[in-house]
């Protein structure tokens, strides 16, 4: 059974840092394409950073470029979001997800959030002082 298990969230200042990791059981995540989606009660829920399988290509939405940074660690079978300056516009709910492929560009599977059939649970991000 595919499963995916963010950790990392919490609360943290302004200006702090976070990392979430995404773990991934009964599947191997070498060839999927790995996203970091996010979701405030009633928005729509925002295509954060995506990963390619071969790490040759990656996306930030434009809200986090230059503050966050996506990775991946094939041998551990882990995901990593690297989020640093936050804002208190960076609370959210944070999901990862799988989709094989990459289908189109990571870009536009990462926007319209096609193609991601396995989610995790989320973890909570409160950026606060």
């Known amino acids: 059974q595919l499963q995916l298990v963010e950790s990392g969230g919490g609360l943290v200042q302004p200006g702090g840092s976070l990392r979430l990791s995404c773990a991934a059981s009964?599947?191997?995540?070498?060839?999927?394409?790995i996203g970091w989606f996010r979701q405030v009660p009633g928005k729509e829920r925002e295509g954060v950073s995506c990963i390619s399988s071969s790490v040759h290509s990656t996306y930030y939405a434009d809200s986090v470029k230059g503050r966050f940074t996506i990775s991946r660690d094939n041998a551990k079978n882990t995901v990593y979001l690297q989020m640093n300056s936050l804002k208190p516009d960076d609370t959210a709910v944070y999901y990862c997800a799988a989709a094989e492929g990459p289908v189109t560009t990571v870009q536009a599977m990462c926007v319209t959030q096609y193609f991601f059939g396995s989610w995790g649970q989320g973890t909570q991000v409160t950026v606060s002082s």
């Open positions: 009964g599947f191997t995540l070498d060839y999927y394409v």
